[in-house]
């Protein structure tokens, strides 16, 4: 966002609410239900620089008042919408309401809340807690330019055979051994940014799992490794990131 010049200086602030947890549910005809649970942050670029050299809060948005905007619009949606649709809507809301807001940053994560299926049918108001998290960040400017980024995070996956890793650079540092057989786990967080997924962002960390082996001076074979026996650890843990765009994309 554009800054304003301040005694020779470049000036850029924003402010916002954080964490603000709201819960939607939408009651249909037929009698099921749809909730959602979303945590929402807000960060808002305001031409406000007297409030710092002058001590003048009134072109200041409390982030109170942020807060129970969430609420109110929430509550205004009367029809089910997406943690998207929302988040569009929310910062879309700070940038046409208030003249001195020149742009706003809604992130929202998503709880996983599913339904629940009881004799393979779904339950019409009943639902347990899922296992990814539904991430979304929306930046709009006052021109109405809108920037999306949807992802997920907290994915874990794994799987208990056919994966090694052998080949790699080895030194006077290095002391772990080569193997074809393995556990392979990770968390994946990844997002993608619109329209028509533009670009691709992957994290996911190891998530390891070490051979267990156990011995003593009287017992050499407390616990013998056979890949069946594992120690589940993450700290410390690899890192692996990658991105994939069009040209045309900044990630």
């Not at 031409?47 to 109110?72: F, L, P």
């Not at 997924?197 to 799992?209: D, E, G, R, W, Y």
């Amino acid at each position: 966002m554009a800054g304003k010049e301040l005694d020779g200086f470049h000036f850029e602030q924003m402010h916002g609410k954080d964490r603000v947890r709201v819960a939607r549910v939408w009651r249909a005809r037929d009698g099921r239900h749809f909730m959602v649970e979303w945590n929402v942050s807000i960060s808002l670029f305001s031409d406000c620089i007297a409030a710092y050299v002058r001590d003048d809060n009134s072109d200041i948005v409390a982030t109170d008042t942020m807060k129970n905007t969430v609420y109110a619009k929430a509550k205004e949606c009367t029809e089910q919408l997406s943690v998207e649709d929302f988040a569009i809507l929310l910062a879309k809301h700070f940038t046409s309401f208030y003249s001195q807001v020149s742009g706003a940053i809604v992130k929202i994560v998503e709880k996983p809340w599913e339904r629940v299926y009881i004799d393979g049918q779904p339950h019409e108001h009943g639902f347990k807690l899922g296992s990814e998290k539904h991430t979304v960040e929306v930046f709009v400017k006052k021109s109405g330019a809108v920037k999306l980024v949807s992802g997920i995070e907290e994915l874990s996956v794994l799987k208990t055979t056919k994966s090694g890793f052998e080949g790699f650079i080895r030194d006077k540092y290095t002391a772990l051994p080569e193997t074809r057989e393995r556990i392979l786990a990770t968390e994946v967080t990844a997002s993608w940014r619109f329209p028509d997924i533009s670009a691709v962002q992957l994290k996911m960390p190891n998530l390891h799992f070490l051979p267990v082996n156990i011995s003593s001076k009287d017992n050499p074979a407390i616990v013998k490794f056979n890949d069946d026996v594992f120690l589940p650890t993450d700290d410390p843990h690899g890192s692996i990131q990658a991105s994939l765009s069009h040209f045309w994309s900044r990630m």
